[in-house]
């Protein structure tokens, strides 16, 4: 499940706009910091640090002074999402098309087993075009599973197999009913603040008789009139949070799903896609509707990969010679092991080299079939790219799937990238407090604060977490490859591992952590963030 940027209520809390309870503070709860928001430059990820002094992967350096003169090839990236806007301005251009088919004529042309799937696939809709938009946590799946047959008995009732089984459920069970409470708590706050600001917002507009206001004119209105103090001390908290009432709204609409749907033991929307969901070799099923009901995630994603950089409009991605194969397949919720298999042998099977996967889950109940297919695209000579994930935790200790582990050997895929998230700024916390880390299981980092990227309806907004960083390391990838096609997946990744800016030595705030500091190649593999000049340096030296 992707994790949308918030505010946090814990803080309004403390200065007792509402009555915040530590029980009820989400580990994955961020807050929108002002200097973050403001202070970055829009394009401030593809920038160099020794010339534009923030953290960015070098790619305009690279363009400058690598690239010039030298011929590209197509490159085709998947990326595995919530869905995509296709007809974005910035975007219409760099969407892959399957020349196989014929658009439209209810026929499978390429017979490849999807029909008109002319821009990629969607794996949580149906034949009638009818998709899937809310669903459950995998932890809310497993929970209703083992309930079923595990509650109200004793470990004395089981042995062997049954037995892990139903102490996993305890585990399963503790998580779910800590997570319910938390949901609840937030709502109910989040709900009571919003209503809090409706008010303030209502009184302001009445005194300053209009409906667009700034917060000096509201610290300028003098006197207590109608709740005046109030509405300034409500509009005050969220400025000096960095916050907008955007945030509070999505705040509020965050948790209201998390208990509606996400947590929600009695909702299950999986027959909307009409497969046999216990059959996990089932591959056809699904439409080609591959922008979704939501596709802000998909479409911010894809800008930060290859928005077009010669349109004069927008942003400007990292890759500039790249096809978007569009792969439908994060609802609001967790993603089903079994579509993200699918997804893969989809993108594979299609022509992609490179696959994004910005999405990742607690629980993964059928990580065996997602892990048949990593080995497919290993041996595809297919590069996957994967975000470490927004908790602010080690997952060398506390895994995040999908992952590049292979459950029965235990052997890392020699062809996945597992990215963590940086940030802009000259300073120790340049290891984003949200972001996942883990010496083994994380390879690098890339930039994932204040990403200025595409966004539905021909839009443009920040926003952040592992699933911006993924992405950037994706269009370095893509980079790489276009100019140097010869090269194997292994090759790529070591290249963009090999290649990395180091910051090893760099004492850093560990993410989730706020007091407590240490050397930055402890939280990952590298100790680096990728770098696109740098990349193509080292490929040129891998040239045959």
Partial sequence: MYKKLFITVALLGCIGIINAQDSFRPDNTFVAMADTLIKA????????????????????????????????????????????????????DKIWVNTGEIAGNGVDDDKNGYIDDINGWNFIGNAKGEMVDHDNLELTR????????????????????????????QTIKADYEKKLQE???????????????????????????????????????????EGIAKAKQILGTI????????????????????????LNTDFDPRS?????????????????????????HGTHVAGIIGANRNNDIGIKGVANDIKIMVIRTVPDGDERDKDVANSIYYAVNNGAKIINMSFGKDYSPYKEVVDKAVKYAEKKGVLLVHAAGNDGRNTDENPNYPNPEYLKSKKMSKTWIEVGASGWEDNDDFAAGFSNYGQKTVSLFAPGEAIYSTTPENNYKNSQGTSMAAPVVTGVAALVLSYYPELKAEELRNILLESVSNYGDVKVTVPGEKSKKMEFKKLSSTGGIVNAYNALKLAETYKK
């Fill in 41 to 92: 430059p829009k394009n401030w990820f593809n920038l160099d640090y020794q010339t534009d002094k923030v953290r960015g992967v070098s790619t305009e350096k690279a363009y400058a002074e690598l690239l010039a003169n030298k011929k590209s090839k197509t490159v085709i990236v998947a990326i595995i999402d919530s869905g995509i806007d296709i007809d974005h301005e910035d975007l219409k």
């Fill in 142 to 169: 497993l929970y209703v599973k083992y309930k079923k047959i595990y509650d109200g008995k004793t470990a004395s009732d089981f042995k062997g197999k049954q037995l892990a089984e139903y102490n996993e459920y």
């Fill in 239 to 262: 400025a000096a949070m960095g916050a907008s009432v955007d945030d509070l709204k999505e705040g509020v609409d965050y948790y209201k799903k998390q208990v509606e749907y996400n």
């Fill in 183 to 225: 949901a609840k708590g937030m709502n109910n706050m989040l709900g009571q603040f919003m209503l809090a600001y409706n008010q303030a917002d209502s009184t302001v507009k009445a005194i300053l008789k209009k409906n667009d206001y700034t917060l000096e004119e509201v610290n300028a209105i003098e006197g207590d009139e």
């Fill in 272 to 296: 909307i896609v009409g497969d046999d969901y216990a059959n996990k070799k089932e591959k056809f099923y699904g439409n080609n509707k591959v922008k979704g009901p939501d596709p802000f």
